[in-house]
């Protein structure tokens, strides 16, 4: 695993902790716990045992570098080690954290800190940390994407940095939400968080003296507990091998958590994927015909419950941008197709024009279990609204395969937007000899000019959505929570929110 080195001052504090119990992040029956009232010997070959006052759940093989890190787990302990300008709360709107206020104009984001803030070390956090966390940030997996519509960023002062945009994003500013590390430092973060990561005596997060940002009397001690898996994180927590972990829940099981939980805000967005160009979804009425027979809020609650918020429209039901008041009109199925000529029903419930009926297939990742049964209730809506669906389960190559070449109508499919709920991943990707992108959306769809007209203003957001539902590119159907699992030991954990699961940790106490 990549790990990030001890901090030198947290390493002193740490050999003069008063042990009360030994503490075992494996054995969930304590036997091997140990009650002491002494101080910890410092003879040349006794080991010093630091009993943690909280334990979460991280996997050993990923990384800690929070430009490194790819596992959820592991993702949102970062958050303790390292702070940002933003952070998103539960509507995904940005909030100041290490910004102090910002203006966004002629497309340069101009970003004034908060001034005194401090790394772990002690030395002072400023602008040029800024940029140089943006660097490393804009060549990660986990943050490229999202700051992909930032060209770069310029220097005012210590305290002022601009971020100069390459393309239209109106609400880029959600997407600075990056980590701040010292410069120079990315080999060893040095960050500005509530927690410092030290491997002294093992592998904790000791609170970190020198915060700046508000009060930081938590948790004095965090024990870090490799759970393997992020599929296991539940069960070390009914088991009390650990007392918090996050899991986002992408492996497509459905979660059995017996224990103390709270659903998170993701922006991963689950939809019917459509391939405008086979023979019959070239047709529009036929994939608004496919979209009216799903009912998105009915199939949501069957196959995710409460880990999931549908949506028929392309952005997350709680978005702060958006306009909760937009309606569109939806006909039935049987009204879309009988405009183009399919106006009976036949003794099988199939719609038809007197000679043939409509069938389609729809494809799925037979790996992801949630996945497989909401393309199993989806075609079952589909084929009572009058449509024939056949659904087929491919492994996760061959579902990549038929995607490529399309050779499918349909498909479950699942992206995660950015934090401004930007779409133009999803509508680009066109080449001069393509008629579809990777999402199967053909070139000829009016809702891809009507997305960029939208990003740089000239219509706005119901503008466009009335041209996305009458053109139906696609059809969303929810947006998946993920989940802070924690034991049923553990109070105050209402200050979870999206943007950060350990948002309210100050207030978190062990009964």
């Not at 579809?436 to 957001?461: C, P, Q, R």
Request: glycine share 6%; proline share 4%; charged share 15%.
């Amino acid at each position: 695993m990549k790990i990030l080195r001890p901090n030198r001052i947290m390493k002193v504090l740490a050999l003069v902790l008063v042990v009360l119990l030994f503490a075992s992040c494996g054995n969930s029956d304590n036997t091997d716990e140990v009650t002491t009232t002494t101080a910890p010997t410092t003879a040349t070959n006794q080991p010093v045992v630091i009993t943690p006052d909280f334990k979460v759940g991280y996997i050993g093989s990923d990384s800690l570098n929070p430009f490194d890190a790819s596992t959820a787990p592991n993702c949102a302990i970062t958050k303790l080690m390292f702070d940002s300008l933003f952070v998103c709360d539960d509507s995904f709107a940005p909030q100041a954290l290490l910004a102090q206020s910002y203006t966004f104009e002629d497309d340069i984001i101009t970003v004034s800190l908060k001034q005194g803030v401090v790394f772990s070390d002690g030395t002072p956090l400023t602008a040029a940390d800024i940029s140089y966390s943006f660097t490393m940030a804009k060549n990660s997996s986990l943050y490229s994407e999202r700051l992909s519509s930032v060209a770069y960023t310029m220097y005012v002062d210590d305290y002022t940095v601009k971020f100069v945009m390459n393309k239209d994003n109106p609400h880029a500013v959600s997407c600075l939400d990056f980590p701040i590390i010292k410069a120079n430092s990315y080999s060893s973060p040095v960050g500005s968080g509530r927690y410092v990561y030290s491997t002294a005596y093992g592998n904790y997060l000791m609170i970190n003296t020198k915060y700046t940002l508000g009060q930081n009397d938590g948790f004095k001690v965090i024990g870090l507990c490799d759970v393997g898996t992020a599929d296991t994180v539940a069960y070390k927590v009914q088991m009390g091998d650990i007392d918090f972990a996050f899991d986002n829940l992408s492996s497509g099981n459905a979660p059995n958590i017996s224990t103390s939980n709270a659903p998170v805000s993701l922006n991963n967005m689950v939809f019917l994927g459509m391939n405008g160009e086979s023979e019959l979804l070239q047709y529009e009425n036929i994939r608004k015909a496919v979209r009216s027979a799903i009912d998105v809020e009915a199939v949501t609650s069957g196959v995710y419950g409460a880990f999931a918020k549908p949506s028929a429209l392309p952005y997350h039901p709680a978005w702060y941008a958006a306009d909760s008041s937009f309606t569109f009109e939806e006909k039935t199925t049987l009204e879309y197709l009988s405009s183009i000529g399919y106006n009976h029903i036949n003794d099988d419930g199939l719609a038809t024009n007197g000679y043939y009926t409509i069938k389609l297939t729809l494809i799925v990742n037979e790996e992801n279990a949630q996945r497989v049964a909401l393309a199993n209730e989806v075609a079952r809506r589909i084929r009572e609204a009058g449509i024939d669906v056949e659904v087929v389960k491919y492994t996760f190559s061959e579902y990549v395969s038929a995607l490529k070449g399309k050779n499918y109508d349909l498909y479950i499919g699942e992206v995660r937007l950015t934090a401004d709920m930007n779409l133009s991943s999803i509508f680009s990707g066109f080449l001069y000899y393509q008629k579809t992108n990777d999402y199967g959306i053909a070139s000829n769809n009016v809702a891809i000019e009507a997305y960029s007209k939208f990003l740089s203003g000239e219509i706005t957001m119901n503008e466009f959505l009335d041209v996305f539902t009458a053109s139906c590119p696609f059809a969303p159907i929810c947006f998946r929570n993920g989940a802070a699992i924690f034991s049923r030991r553990l109070g105050g954990t209402d200050g979870i929110f999206a943007g950060d699961v350990f948002g309210g940790i100050n207030e978190w106490m062990m009964s």
